[in-house]
């Protein structure tokens, strides 16, 4: 996936007809680097924190729809199934697209299940940021949510934990996530295991395409 400005979307979150997942992201601070000719020395500059995926580099930007495109991420780097042949996306016969999940439970049940090292690091080093997402444009059934061409966060619960506010990190956090412009709360992880437990939604098999909707 990868984060394409699409003219006259910057109120990508008020789609009528979308429809809307769970996702996990990782706060983390925008940077760039270079390389410093008068200092002769690498230079990082430092910005706000974004959404970033966990399984992926990809930054979500405020007021901008995220937009799939089908690339090898490190989940798919030795999945002999996702394709590598250039297509839309999402593709049926690849693994590509913006993923979501039906209920915040399942998601629970999928971060606890994983094996990922890359994947529990992130989560444990970073801020972890749980949310709903608005998915329009093609989208297709996965096993537990859907997969689609487009998605933007609608609400967002930055996990109120206790390294990150000994590290005075939360605050900024959510200072920096109101520029995507929708509902952010904190939630303890007592919480969302209570929210979850009582989550029980569930989603269809039907391929949907939204593509009335894009921008």
Same mark, same amino acid.
């Given at each position: ?29 925008? =940077?760039? %680097? ?9 230079? #990082? !500059?430092?910005?706000? /924190?974004?959404?970033? @995926? ?38 049926? =016969?690849? %693994? ?9 439970? #399942? !998601?629970?049940?999928? /971060?606890?299940?994983? @094996? ?100």
């Amino acid at each position: 996936m990868k984060i394409e400005y699409v003219p006259g979307s910057t109120q990508v979150s008020d789609y009528a007809g979308t429809l809307e997942g769970w996702r996990l992201w990782v706060a983390r601070r925008h =940077e760039i %680097k270079y390389f410093d000719g008068s200092r002769d020395a690498r230079v #990082k !500059l430092r910005g706000p /924190y974004l959404l970033r @995926s966990v399984t992926a580099e990809d930054m979500w930007r405020p007021k901008q729809p995220m937009v799939a495109d089908c690339n090898v991420t490190p989940g798919y780097r030795f999945d002999l199934t996702h394709g590598d042949e250039d297509h839309a996306c999402p593709d049926s =016969e690849c %693994k590509c697209g913006i993923y979501a999940v039906h209920s915040l439970k #399942k !998601l629970m049940e999928m /971060y606890e299940g994983t @094996s990922r090292a890359y994947f529990r690091f992130d989560m444990e080093r970073h801020t972890a940021v749980v949310g709903k997402v608005k998915l329009w444009g093609k989208v297709i059934p996965a096993q537990w949510g859907w997969r689609a061409q487009y998605g933007y966060p609608s609400s967002l619960y930055i996990i109120d934990t206790f390294m990150g506010r000994i590290r005075n990190r939360h605050a900024r956090v959510k200072e920096d996530l109101k520029h995507y412009g929708v509902p952010i709360e904190f939630m303890t992880p007592a919480e969302l295991l209570s929210h979850s437990a009582n989550d029980h939604s569930e989603s269809g098999d039907e391929v949907i395409d939204l593509t009335a909707l894009e921008p």
